[in-house]
């Protein structure tokens, strides 16, 4: 069964540092989308990726976070300068279209844990 | 932004017998609500949804109920098992929003053998 993908599994980095998850979706899906999760609260919607574009994005996604699809497969997420608060679990998700059907499921990946020092 | 509210944290209940998790949402633009379970070190995985022109959709032990006038949706998993153990996240999109799904904050159930 087809899956996304992500690595690493846990990424540790100084304060004021870039670090770039990366994912690989399902192969033939066309939407792509980043959550996080800090410790103990809520999955948060970080931003959406269609047609090679921002589709929407989150007050969280602000001018230090980046996405690209920088070759037919990998879906990345950059954080220019990391902050404390940005430790927490960030989860890639695919899906094939929109999730208004329950054939465009978000299909999500196992995550990356980012802890900041 | 509470726009998914799951006011209960956990749930404990016994194999065998019915679970019973409950969501509460604020946005009338919803149209699309989902369930997730998700074990420790795993990402969400989906579980069932329901289109809001449904008031019930079932996929063997799992049915989820919308009343749409009350904005409240449930799941209902029966027959509890314990492999059903798990963090269950509500969610919701919006009609030309689906890109964005809101999630709730979960709550952790506790089927007991």
């Known amino acids: 069964e087809p899956e996304v993908t992500q690595t690493p599994s846990h990424q540790v980095t100084q304060m004021g540092q870039e670090v770039i998850l990366r994912c690989v979706p399902i192969?033939?899906?066309?939407?792509f989308y980043w959550y996080r999760q800090i410790l103990g609260q809520k999955v948060e919607f970080l931003v959406s990726f269609y047609n090679n574009e921002i589709s929407e994005k989150s007050e969280i996604f602000d001018d230090q976070f980046s996405v690209e699809r920088p070759d037919g497969s990998n879906f990345t997420l950059k954080i220019r300068s990391t902050k404390l608060e940005d430790s927490a679990m960030y989860f890639c998700a695919s899906s094939a279209g929109l999730a208004t059907s329950s054939t465009d499921t978000q299909y999500f990946g196992p995550g990356t844990r980012l802890t900041v020092l | 932004d509470q726009q998914v509210k799951q006011n209960s944290p956990s749930l404990s209940v016994q194999e065998g017998r019915i679970s019973i998790l409950n969501c509460d949402y604020t946005?009338?633009?919803?149209?699309?609500f989902l369930w997730y379970k998700k074990y420790p070190a795993e990402g969400p995985t989906f579980l069932i949804s329901?289109?809001?022109?449904?008031d019930k959709n079932e996929d063997g032990r799992f049915t989820v109920f919308l009343n749409k006038s009350a904005k409240h949706l449930s799941l209902h998993i029966v027959p509890s098992q314990p492999g059903d153990s798990a963090v269950y996240f509500c969610a919701a999109s919006a009609n030309g929003g689906g890109f964005k799904t809101i999630f709730g904050a979960g709550t952790r159930l506790f089927v007991k053998a």
């Open positions: 946005n009338s633009m919803f149209d699309y």
């Open positions: 329901i289109s809001s022109i449904k």
């Open positions: 192969s033939n899906h066309l939407y």
